[in-house]
């Protein structure tokens, strides 16, 4: 019949069913018949006892493909050999297709028009094919002729369909093992599990008829097994024989057996690649996972920014593309492959390979088998190497690694010569498995992603702190959570005060988190502005709890302030709920908790805080820390405090190996979910003979006098390349707290560490500033001069009033 025309009777009502007289053909690896069903005799007209044992090509004589009849159909993109060529064994893929074939007793002209479908099995048994065949001229309708062009037929092919929702479409699996008697269960049961595999035979009427086929003689349906079976066992139970019944040692659905071992092996594949969120884990996880069960070669390559953790790549990939190799899985000798495909080479694909088709398109590209030109326009792409007798005659399978319809890469697939190609069921395969692994991969990419923000976030936040300060040195150590996330609300800082005093701080915001650590950052700025301030321990905790309290009532944290006077060899401490610091005396090594008043968190409110003055020796050392790294699930934190305590008493060779100890010692316990901030001074302390302190008074005739005694102390201390410079700024320095203070005092002070500290100190409250002199202004360049000599200067009230302070570094010896 003509496209598009509705089709009547019982036979194309047949044919719409699929339910057409089957012939079943078993073939050896020697090309002999081993199996001939009873639908074959109907077909060929050959007995079985004619058929079994004789090559298959005397009882199949092929005369040619049908002229003007429907191109022959295999498994890639409509392309296959004819049945010759399957039944010499030369192709080891699925193929279909349309024939006339010889009938046997008949005159040259009586050709019988079959359509075929042709399965190459592998596995332990001797069958090495199976071909399903069909009269044509059955399925052409009423007036048709054997040569398949009746009038009512439009168009008669045979296919695959790897995946069909047609009804019935399972019952050629179903029956196959019951038009199979000669074999086992075990020997039809793999050979229904390959054609599953292989994909359904369906019959294609038009572009968008398909049918699936299935038998169309009586076979018992599962029911009647089972009614047979229950009738065997009332008969046995009555001491009555019963005939055996093959089908009843069927077992499992058979229709089944290969999808469900897909399935299995893909479910394996999950459980063994979503182990670790780890990104380069993940990637060796994915490239073992297939090898070598599905292929023996397995190469990835993954998009430079998935690599390089920075973020979801922008655009489609193109020709400029480049794809960074992360991992090279094989079965063949060891290195083998390391020399010319070593892992961690980028480089781009051009537009003719498979592998730009397959990042481009999205989609698995099958390559049966590597051509000489193929592997050819491959190897082009790696210079003075030789990758073709790697690839070359290998089937190839590349797959692409997706996610949110993004590529991030594509895996290649390589299988060796002597083992089965890469069928359309492996390309489906292929692609849930690499769908799969991109998600897996995704996710791993989106947390070292995170991770590199969170990462970045928290180092943004802390300080880099100078490890030398004035009379003393700092080490500091940060470990993000282990288990509530990356970014945290713990810190530490120090910040110069004037005096060549340092500050020295540790916090500890609750909760975790990005609002957590945007706490943190507000709180820290905080600190550092009223710690330039100069303000005493207890006042500054006091502003910071007030400001706490006005950001919202959810700011809560800890807080642990000390200032480190190195000249008087002192510390102040003030705690807001922190844990107590460790304090190390150098004389003996002891070590101690120091005691202090506790206080409240800050965020609290209306709780008065308390400072403490401890006298302290060269030597000492403060250790001051976050729970975190002393707190465990389910211990007492006096455990960890003690442990704290015992541990920093060790003697290190340097301030870093010092912090490295105590964090082996507390972090090996377990259970650590916090993050930890830990920050160690030494307090080397500036010995008297580096410091000298004169008296002034508000005379201007004292200008004159100040330069001279540092000039003079200068020579003292072997400084006097500094002398020129040191006169000016001191000049310029007592002349303006002259000048402008109403003081009745001055003080001058050089102090000598680790830079050369001059520092002018006043009565008077009123901070000097920064002015923009003109040409004809008498004042106002004071400052500018200070600030344009010195490495840094700046101002500072006290108690008494005020400090004016420039720092020069010092000479290099």
Not at 580 to 588: F, I, T, Y
Not at 602 to 623: Q, Y
Not at 712 to 719: G, Y
């Amino acid at each position: 019949m003509e496209e598009g025309t509705p089709r009547s009777g019982p036979v194309a009502q047949r044919a719409m069913a699929g339910r057409i007289p089957l012939a079943v053909v078993v073939v050896d690896g020697g090309g002999l018949v081993s199996h001939w069903s009873t639908g074959a005799r109907r077909l060929f007209g050959y007995t079985k006892e004619d058929a079994v044992g004789r090559p298959v090509g005397d009882l199949l004589p092929v005369h040619g493909a049908i002229p003007e009849g429907p191109a022959l159909y295999g498994a890639y993109d409509g392309l296959g050999p004819d049945l010759e060529t399957s039944l010499d064994g030369r192709i080891s893929y699925p193929a279909a297709g349309r024939a006339r074939l010889s009938e046997p007793g008949s005159g040259p002209d009586r050709r019988l028009d079959v359509l075929w479908w042709a399965y190459p099995l592998v596995g332990p048994g001797p069958e090495r094919l199976l071909v399903l065949a069909a009269d044509a001229a059955a399925l052409t309708g009423a007036g048709g002729d054997r040569d398949g062009r009746g009038a009512q037929t439009e168009r008669i092919a045979p296919g695959f369909a790897l995946h069909t929702d047609f009804p019935g479409a399972e019952e050629l699996a179903d029956r196959l093992p019951e038009i199979l008697p000669s074999m086992s269960v075990g020997e039809s049961s793999r050979i229904v599990a390959q054609v599953l595999e292989l994909g359904y035979p369906v019959l294609e009427f038009s572009q968008h008829d398909r049918v699936p086929v299935t038998p169309d003689w009586g076979v018992a349906r599962r029911a009647e097994r089972k009614e047979r079976r229950e009738r065997a066992e009332r008969a046995a139970a009555h001491g009555l024989p019963a005939a055996a019944d093959p089908a009843d040692d069927e077992g499992e659905d058979l229709e089944y057996a290969a999808v469900r071992e897909r399935l299995e092996f893909l479910n394996e594949v999950s459980g063994r690649i979503g182990s670790s969120l780890d990104l380069s884990r993940t990637i060796v996880e994915v490239s073992k996972a297939v090898v070598p069960r599905f292929t023996d070669v397995a190469g990835t390559y993954l998009r430079e920014q998935v690599v390089a953790g920075e973020g979801f790549p922008d655009g489609p990939p193109d020709e400029t593309t480049m794809w960074h190799r992360v991992a090279v899985e094989h079965t063949d000798e060891p290195g083998r492959w390391d020399d010319v495909v070593p892992v961690g080479e980028s480089m781009p694909f051009p537009a003719h390979t498979p592998f730009f088709q397959c990042m481009t398109s999205g989609d698995p590209v099958l390559v049966p088998r590597i051509t000489e030109e193929m592997g050819n326009a491959i190897a082009s792409q790696f210079e003075k190497r030789d990758i073709r007798p790697l690839i070359n005659h290998r089937s190839m399978l590349v797959v692409p690694l997706k996610a949110r319809n993004v590529v991030l890469g594509f895996m290649i697939l390589l299988r060796h010569q002597e083992r089965p190609v890469f069928n359309d069921m492996d390309r489906v395969t292929g692609a849930e498995l690499a769908a799969r692994a991109g998600l897996v991969l995704d996710n791993a990419r989106m947390y070292t992603y995170q991770e590199s923000v969170a990462d970045t976030l928290q180092d943004s936040m802390l300080p880099h702190i100078e490890p030398r300060m004035p009379g003393c040195d700092i080490a500091t150590r940060y470990l993000p959570g282990t288990l509530l996330g990356r970014v945290g609300g713990d810190w530490f800082d120090s910040v110069k005060l004037p005096g060549s005093r340092t500050a020295l701080v540790v916090g500890d915001v609750m909760g975790h988190g990005l609002n957590s650590a945007a706490m943190m950052g507000q709180l820290r700025t905080a600190v550092q502005t009223m710690a330039a301030l100069d303000l005493p321990p207890e006042q500054l905790l006091r502003n910071l709890d007030d400001l706490a309290q006005r950001l919202g009532e959810h700011y809560l944290a800890t807080c642990l302030y000390a200032v480190y006077d190195p000249i008087a060899g002192e510390l102040s401490l003030a705690n807001a709920g922190h844990i107590p610091p460790v304090l190390v005396r150098a004389v003996d090594g002891r070590s101690e908790l120091l005691d202090l008043p506790t206080g409240a968190p800050i965020g609290v409110g209306g709780v008065p805080f308390e400072s403490v003055r401890l006298p302290v020796a060269p030597g000492d050392r403060l250790l001051m820390c976050t729970d975190g790294l002393v707190e465990v699930r389910g211990e007492d934190i006096g455990v960890g405090l003690a442990t704290l305590t015992e541990s920093a008493a060790h003697p290190a060779a340097s301030m870093d190996d010092a912090c490295d100890t105590i964090i082996r010692a507390l972090n090996t316990r377990g259970g650590r979910k916090d993050d930890v901030a830990l920050l160690m001074a030494r307090l080397n302390g500036i010995a008297a003979h580096d410091v000298a302190h004169w008296r002034l008074a508000t005379d201007p005739s004292e200008v004159s006098r100040a330069r001279e005694l540092v000039r003079e102390q200068l020579e003292a201390w072997s400084l006097s390349a500094l002398g020129d410079t040191v006169e000016l700024l001191v000049s310029e320095l007592v002349t303006n707290a002259v000048r402008h203070s109403s003081s009745t005092r001055l003080g001058l002070r050089l102090v000598r560490s680790g830079a050369l500290m001059c520092e002018v100190e006043d009565d008077d409250h009123t901070l000097p500033t920064l002015l923009s002199a003109g040409g004809g202004d008498e004042f106002g360049r004071g400052l500018r001069v200070v600030s344009a000599l010195a490495k840094e200067w700046g101002t500072s009230r006290t108690n008494a009033g005020k400090t004016v302070w420039c720092e020069l570094a010092l000479p290099r010896r």
